[in-house]
């Protein structure tokens, strides 16, 4: 009896093939913010002075979320060369570089936020210069950004979430989810006093009609 023993082969190496779609409407689409039948244009054009707080919809930005290990050098490094900024790895933390901010969410996931026409080139550069194993999603439709400015919009927001937002405990760059009135925000301080709220699409006219009310008595006006 005898055998014959095959060289060994190596495994032929999988080609990842991933359909990526430019979800951005062309510009004879218009396109509609969750807050678009509030009219805030036409609001803050109402109003001259501004008072103790000042609210603005970031409308239409582009929301990445991107999934990852920090261990994945090609990750990290694919990440800082096409964002142009490292993904912040500090818990909590935020950073930005020119029009493109990243939110820290947990160990292995950000949110980015850039303009909308950046959002399908950037995307596909992620994808080309990562290998490994990661996720790249595109959120932009089910989230819009809200600001919170002035003096009393600290006010504002204790009223809103049981988060502590002293300075000390809340510093600027810092972000955290947490519950916002009977709904969720991701919460983040930019200045002294100033705030971003990222809320779902679904929640955006609840949490309108919420931070009209508590705002009320320290005057609420719409900026651009």
């Known amino acids: 009896m005898s055998e014959t023993l095959l060289p060994e082969t190596k495994p032929a ?16 689409v218009r396109a509609e913010s969750p807050l678009h039948h509030v009219g805030l244009d036409k609001l803050a054009a109402s109003h001259a002075q501004p008072g103790g707080v000042q609210l603005r919809e970031q409308a239409l930005l582009g929301h990445l979320v991107l999934r990852g290990s920090q ?9 800082l060369t ?16 020119g029009d493109i901010s990243v939110r820290w969410l947990s ?6 936020v850039l303009p909308m026409d950046q959002l399908f080139p950037v995307e596909k550069a992620l ?12 959120v932009s439709g089910g989230q819009t950004i809200l600001t919170l400015s002035g003096k009393h919009a600290i006010d504002v927001l ?3 979430t049981v988060l502590d937002l002293h300075p000390r405990a809340f510093p600027v760059g810092k972000v955290a989810g947490s519950v ?29 009609l919420w931070l009209q009310d508590a705002s009320r008595e320290y005057v609420l006006t719409i900026t651009k």
Not at 127 to 138: L, M, P, Q, T
């Open 127 to 138: 994808r080309a210069e990562i290998d490994g194993h990661y996720s790249v999603v595109n």
């Open 158 to 160: 204790k009223k809103s």
């Open 71 to 79: 261990q994945n050098r090609s990750f990290m490094r694919g990440c």
């Open 180 to 208: 916002f009135a009977k709904s969720s925000a991701l919460i983040r301080r930019t200045g002294e006093d100033r705030w971003e709220l990222v809320v779902r699409r679904s929640f955006a006219d609840y949490i309108w």
């Open 13 to 28: 190496k999988t080609v990842r093939q991933v359909a990526v779609m430019d979800q951005c409407a062309p510009a004879q």
């Open 107 to 112: 160990p292995d996931e950000w949110l980015v």
């Open 82 to 97: 096409v964002l142009g900024v490292a993904l912040p790895t500090v818990p909590l933390t935020s950073c930005e570089e």
